[in-house]
């Protein structure tokens, strides 16, 4: 079956402009999670969606970052006021309840700020 | 809280040589640990998970892991690589508690040479 996806894969942005990454998880799987693979920090979590509810927000850098899911599905994560430390690939994955089922994970949107 | 060391960032081979990557963690609850492939311009791709009874893991390609708790190690092993293998693996372990989030090692780039 089809895999995560993720729009768009390269979003090239300027510094101070808002930006909306898409994530659309395997069918069915009610667990989403969106992490950050960059340079200087790797990959880090930074949240976990159950259903439509978010119950750890943790790893959102800054009140800029925000996500919502809708459905039990899509999950958009929207960086306003982009800044340059923003730059980094942003990691979509879904597991089917969440627990310690597989993560599977999605091709990323590569960010680029300007 | 948890943390995952992994000891090597770049490891160069020969073609058919055997290869160890090496993954130290920290937890202070239960235990599950993942190794994760990420090829070029690609996402995360699950090689091989210990969650609970045998502690030599088989996993995808002919990679295989042994969990040792005492040395609270989990290191990827294969007997001959290919060029084929050539990526960064990324050791992981999964929280418990309320968000099953994954914290990541630094990764390791595995170069194989003909």
């Known amino acids: 079956g089809a895999g995560v996806s993720q729009s768009p894969s390269n979003k090239v942005t300027e510094k101070g402009k808002d930006v909306e990454l898409r994530c659309d998880p395997i069918s069915g799987h009610t667990a989403l999670y969106w992490y950050r693979q960059s340079l200087g920090q790797g990959l880090e979590f930074l949240i976990y969606f159950q259903g439509n509810s978010a119950p750890d927000k943790s790893g959102l850098p800054s009140d800029r970052f925000s996500a919502e899911r809708t459905g039990g599905s899509v999950s958009t994560l929207t960086i306003q006021r982009t800044q340059q430390e923003d730059s980094a690939v942003y990691l979509c994955?879904?597991?089917?309840?969440?627990?310690?089922?597989?993560?599977?994970f999605g091709p990323g949107t590569r960010l680029t700020v300007l | 809280a948890q943390s995952v060391t992994q000891l090597d960032s770049q490891v160069p081979v020969f073609e058919e040589a055997p290869v160890e990557l090496r993954c130290n963690y920290s937890s202070s609850v239960s235990v599950y640990l993942f190794w994760y492939v990420q090829y070029p311009n690609q996402g995360l791709q699950l090689l091989l998970k210990y969650l609970s009874g045998s502690t030599l893991v088989k996993g995808i390609n002919g990679f295989e892991a042994e969990f040792n708790k005492s040395q609270t190690s989990f290191h990827l092993r294969k007997p001959s690589v290919h060029i084929s293998d050539t990526a960064e693996y990324f050791c992981?372990?999964?929280?418990?508690?309320?968000?099953?989030?994954?914290?990541f090692g630094k990764g390791t780039l595995l170069t194989v040479n003909p």
């Open positions: 994955a879904s597991s089917l309840t969440g627990s310690t089922d597989t993560q599977y």
């Open positions: 992981a372990v999964l929280s418990g508690g309320s968000n099953y989030k994954l914290t």
